[in-house]
């Protein structure tokens, strides 16, 4: 496939989960082409590849029209590969033009201090379980994330060019 046939259009009257599918379509595309062997995730669960070519290698397709990915309450896992898709639209005031990135759930992070989110996001677990096994009365409690992931700092993205 070439990097013209990994442009999709980006959400349309606010479909967002639309366009996400197609993302994930264009991965699926390329990993059918390949002769990889992968189960898919059921619908909005988190590793949407999974076991590909049976060496465990799990991923997730995240597509953006304004830099910013949701991953929810999963914090982007170090053992997942990802695949963005950006599509944040080209104006004369912006230089942005529509992009791939690939790495892993550290990398997208970026943070330097990530082993002490790690332990926030142990921690918040933790809490959830001490809600859910003891209770609290008459308070009912669930703690959730909302992670998300600015993309313009991410290095190595590469520009897809429907010309190419």
């Not at 062997?37 to 949407?48: E, L, V």
């Not at 070519?53 to 053992?79: F, M, Q, Y």
Request: aromatic content about 8%.
């Amino acid at each position: 496939m070439t990097k013209g046939g990994l442009l999709i259009f980006g959400t349309d009257k606010g479909k967002t989960q639309q366009s996400g599918t197609r993302a994930e379509g264009k991965v699926k595309e390329v990993l059918d082409e390949l002769n990889l062997f992968y189960t898919s995730a059921p619908s909005q669960q988190h590793r949407d590849f999974r076991n590909i070519g049976n060496i465990g290698l799990d991923i997730e397709v995240k597509k953006s029209d304004k830099g910013i990915i949701k991953c929810n309450d999963t914090r982007p896992p170090e053992d997942v590969f990802y695949i963005v898709f950006l599509y944040q639209k080209s104006t004369e005031k912006s230089k942005h033009k529509p992009c791939i990135w690939f790495g892993t759930g550290d990398e997208l992070c970026g943070h330097p201090e990530l082993e002490a989110l790690k332990e926030v996001d142990i921690a918040m677990e933790n809490a959830r379980k001490i809600a859910k096994s003891k209770g609290l009365g008459n308070l009912k409690l669930y703690p959730r994330y909302n992670w998300s992931v600015n993309c313009a700092g991410l290095s190595g993205k590469i520009e897809l060019d429907p010309e190419q």
